[in-house]
C-alpha cells in the first residue's frame, strides 16, 4: 500500500526556515513554506548586503567552543550536535551543490565568491519550488491550535488555515524587523505556556553619556590595536566612537559578559603590549601636559588622548596616566536599540525542547533558528547555527510519527 506523504508546514523564509523546507522536501514531504513577507528571505539578503558571511572555517574544536563562550546560559548537547551533524564543512559544499563557489578569507569568515547573497539565494529558491515546495507569501502566523495540529494564517486581511502533520517554526529574532524578524511570535509562545527568554540586542554598540569634550574631538575617529576587557572576557580589535557610545567587534563579542554585570562597563587597554611600568619608564624626563607627551612617546592616538582627557580629565603623573590607559574604565547605559542590532539574544528556553527541537507541549512542533535561546557571535557562527538547527527540525518534521 502506498504510503501518504506527511504535510509539514514551514512558517519563516530565513536560512533556517529555508533549509528546514529543503531537508523536509528531501525526505518525501509535501512541504509548504510561509513567510510574512511578500518575498523570502529578505534578512538572508540584508546580510548579505556587504558581503554574505555564510560561516567560518575555524576547526573544530575551536569552532564549536565560540558558541560556549558566547552563550548567557549553557548549551544543550543537541545543539552542538545539531552542528557536528551539519559543520562548516558541509556547509560549503551544500552551496556548492547550488554552483556557489565559496573561500575561507584570512579571517577565516566563508564567503561566496562575488561575495553577493542573491544569486544563492534565487538558486536556492529555485531548488525548493524543483522539489515541490509551496511557498506562500504574506502569510503571517497569528495562533495555532494545538490538538488538532492546525495553523492559523493571516493574508491580506483574512484568517486561514492549514493543517498539518508537524510544522517547523523559525520565525526569527527581534533584529532587522522590517524584514519581517519582528519577535512578536513572543507573546504566541507565552499564551501557550511555552517559556521565552526575553529578546535583547546581540552584536550590537553600546550606549555611553560621553562628555561633550570626548564627542568635539573624537567622534567617529577609530581606536585601534587595543584590548577590551568585560568581567573574565576579552577581545583584541579596533572601536569607534560614536555621538551614542561604542561600536565594533570587541563590544559586540563581549554582549553577554557587558549584560551580565551589575553597572555594564568595560575596560579599555590602549596598549596591550607595554606593561604600567614600561610606560611610565617613557616618561621619565617628563614634567608636565602628560597627556600632550604621551601622544610622542607612547604613541597614543588623538582618539584615546580625547577619550583619557574626557573620563580621567589631566592627569599629572606617568604612573598614574599608564593605569587609565591600560584599565581606561569606560561606563557604559544599554545596548542600541533592537531594530539596529546584527542579531539578538534569548528566545524559547531550552528546558522546552527535546532533542530533535521540538517543544515538548507541541510535539509536532519543531524550532529553529535564532527565536531559540542561543547566541552568536558575528563572523558567520550565526547563519551556520541556522542551517544547522533547520536541518534537524526539517528533518525531524519529515519523519515524525513515521
Known amino acids: 500500500m502506498e504510503s501518504v506523504r506527511r504535510k509539514v508546514a514551514v512558517v519563516g523564509g530565513g536560512p533556517a526556515g529555508l533549509r528546514a523546507a529543503e531537508v523536509a522536501a528531501l525526505s518525501g514531504a509535501e512541504v509548504v513554506l510561509y513567510d510574512a513577507m511578500r518575498s523570502t528571505g529578505r534578512k538572508f539578503l540584508v546580510a548579505g548586503k556587504s558581503g554574505l558571511n555564510l560561516s ?12 560556549a563562550g558566547s552563550a548567557q546560559v549553557p548549551l544543550p548537547a543537541f545543539f552542538y550536535e545539531a552542528l557536528s551533524a551539519f559543520d562548516n564543512v558541509a556547509l560549503r559544499e551544500w552551496a556548492g551543490g547550488l554552483g556557489i563557489e565559496t573561500y575561507a578569507a584570512s579571517s577565516n569568515k566563508v564567503f561566496p565568491v562575488g561575495m553577493k547573497a542573491a544569486p544563492l539565494l534565487r538558486r536556492w529558491v529555485e531548488r525548493l519550488r524543483q522539489l515541490g515546495v509551496t511557498i506562500r507569501v504574506r502569510h503571517r502566523l497569528l495562533d ?25 517554526l523559525a520565525l526569527g529574532g527581534g533584529s532587522w524587523p522590517s524584514t519581517g524578524s519582528d519577535g512578536t511570535w513572543q507573546a504566541l509562545m507565552k499564551a501557550k505556556g511555552i517559556s521565552v527568554t526575553p529578546l535583547s540586542s546581540a552584536n550590537s554598540g553600546w550606549e555611553c553619556a560621553w ?21 573574565a572576557a576579552s577581545q583584541h580589535g579596533e572601536l569607534v566612537i560614536t555621538r551614542y557610545g561604542l561600536e565594533g567587534g ?49 604613541k597614543l ?3 584615546a588622548i580625547a577619550v583619557i582627557r574626557g573620563l580621567y580629565g589631566e592627569v599629572d603623573d606617568a604612573l598614574s596616566l599608564a593605569a587609565c590607559v591600560k584599565r581606561c574604565k569606560v561606563p557604559l547605559t544599554q545596548p542600541r536599540p533592537m531594530d539596529e542590532a546584527i542579531s539578538s539574544a534569548g528566545g524559547v528556553r531550552w528546558s522546552e525542547l527535546a532533542a530533535d527541537f521540538s517543544v515538548k507541549q507541541v510535539p509536532w512542533m519543531h524550532l529553529a533558528g535564532e527565536m531559540l535561546d542561543w547566541e552568536a557571535p558575528t563572523g558567520g557562527y550565526l ?20
Not at 56 to 67: L, S
Not at 211 to 217: D, K, Q, S
Not at 385 to 401: I, K
Request: aromatic share 10%; charged share 25%.
Open 250 to 298: 570587541p563590544v559586540y563579542r563581549l554582549g553577554p559578559a557587558i549584560r551580565a554585570q551589575d553597572s555594564p562597563h568595560v575596560l579599555i587597554d590602549f596598549k596591550p603590549t607595554f606593561t604600567e611600568q614600561a610606560l611610565a619608564r617613557k616618561m621619565e624626563s617628563v614634567k608636565r601636559d602628560f597627556l600632550a607627551a604621551a601622544k610622542e612617546r607612547w
Open 56 to 67: 567560518n572555517a575555524t576547526p573544530f574544536p575551536e569552532f564549536m567552543e565560540v558558541y
Open 383 to 402: 547563519l551556520q547555527a541556522a542551517f544547522a538547527t533547520g536541518t534537524v527540525a526539517g528533518n525531524a518534521a519529515a519523519v515524525l510519527g513515521e
Open 144 to 168: 495555532f491550535r494545538v490538538d488538532e495540529q492546525v495553523l492559523v494564517f493571516e493574508h491580506d486581511g483574512e484568517s486561514c488555515e492549514y493543517p498539518c502533520d508537524a510544522a517547523v
Open 211 to 231: 562628555p561633550r569634550v570626548v564627542l568635539e574631538a573624537a567622534e567617529g575617529l577609530p581606536l585601534k590595536n587595543l584590548v577590551v576587557h568585560a568581567g
Open 301 to 303: 592616538s588623538d582618539a
